[in-house]
């Protein structure tokens, strides 16, 4: 598990929760996870794919998801699939971009994937590479549970080092 | 959502216009708030970048918002093209996405500022104080132009 690949997107989605809902945030217990991944509510999958490559998978369930969306939207929101897809599909395009930016400014290329919506029970396994880290940030609204698994990608790293010599 | 002195345009004191720019709804509607507390006007909105370029050729506003990564075409060569048809386009690229490769690309595109997402609304407020220059105006009551919203 590379603790430094995976901590900007826990830092991200902590400051983003915070800023976004305007309250304050803790990360709750932190597992690592090997088996097939179970979502709890919605999930919004990211997959990245390049120097670094993985995916995110944030997951909310929809009495939050509504919570979160009223927030967003200054104003009460009924709860529809339609408003729990795009506000998990906005959380992860915010907690991504910012967690984009702080590897890409640390040198890290990589291309994110636009979030697509993850509706199976089932799916996205880890494995000895891309064993996951399984954290959730309470919020006043509820729950944002993360499933990471982030791993450098071999071949580039090795085409770089090969460049250098 | 905290009211900031009305930013007016110098010229005719008028509310400064917008083109809001972003496919997620929740981010225009977020933006939409802050420009009513900045006592501005929303001249038009757009989920892509091609649709942002036939609203500003329709709307002609005073200042674009556009995000980086939508669908169809995206917020820099949006921004670029708008510059190229209308040298004097004010575009702020408003995007999560703020490493520095992104910022250089779209200042070099034309774009006058970043702000990053989560938007915060006294930065937002700034830079947009600080785009419009003398051309922008901050008056002491937020609500002095309340009454020519609907122009």
Redesign the interface.
């Known amino acids: 598990m590379k603790m430094d690949l995976i901590q900007p997107f826990i830092n991200a989605a902590d400051a ?1 929760l915070a ?2 809902l305007q309250c304050n945030t803790r990360i709750g217990d932190m597992t690592m996870e090997e088996e097939t991944y179970r979502r709890k509510g919605v999930a919004a999958v990211v997959v990245v794919h390049g120097d670094i490559e993985g995916r995110v998978i944030f997951d909310i369930d929809s009495v939050t998801a509504t919570k979160i ?1 009223s927030i ?3 104003q009460p929101v009924e709860q529809t699939d339609q408003i729990v897809y ?2 998990i ?2 959380l992860a ?6 967690a ?2 702080s590897l ?2 640390q040198g890290f290329r990589f291309k994110i994937h ?1 979030p697509t919506v993850h509706k199976d029970d089932l799916g996205l396994q880890g494995n000895e590479d891309t064993e996951a880290l399984v954290l959730y940030i309470e919020t006043p609204s509820g729950n944002v549970f993360l499933n990471i698994a982030m791993r450098y990608n071999r071949r580039r790293r090795g085409e770089e080092i090969a460049a250098t010599v | ?1 905290e009211q900031f002195p009305a930013l007016v345009r110098s010229k005719d004191r008028q509310p400064v216009r917008y083109l809001v720019v972003d496919d ?4 225009r ?2 933006l939409t ?1 802050m420009i009513d507390s900045f006592g501005g006007q929303v001249a038009g909105e757009a989920g892509d970048g091609c649709t942002a370029i036939t609203e500003y050729d329709r709307t002609h506003p005073d200042i674009v918002l556009m995000d980086i ?1 939508m669908p169809q075409m995206e917020g820099i060569e949006a921004a670029e093209r708008i510059v190229r048809q209308h040298p004097d386009a004010r575009v702020v690229m408003v ?8 910022i250089v690309a779209a200042l070099q595109k034309g774009a006058r500022h970043f702000v ?3 938007v ?1 609304p006294e930065v937002l407020y700034e830079v947009i104080k600080y785009v419009l220059g003398d051309e922008g105006l901050a008056l002491a009551s937020a609500t002095a132009v309340a009454g020519d919203s609907g122009q």
């Open positions: 983003v800023e976004i969306a967003l939207a200054g795009e506000t599909c906005e395009n915010l907690v991504i971009g910012n984009v930016t890409n400014d636009p | 959502m997620s709804v929740f981010a509607k977020n708030k990564t995007s999560s996405v703020g490493y520095q490769e992104n990053q997402k989560p915060k």
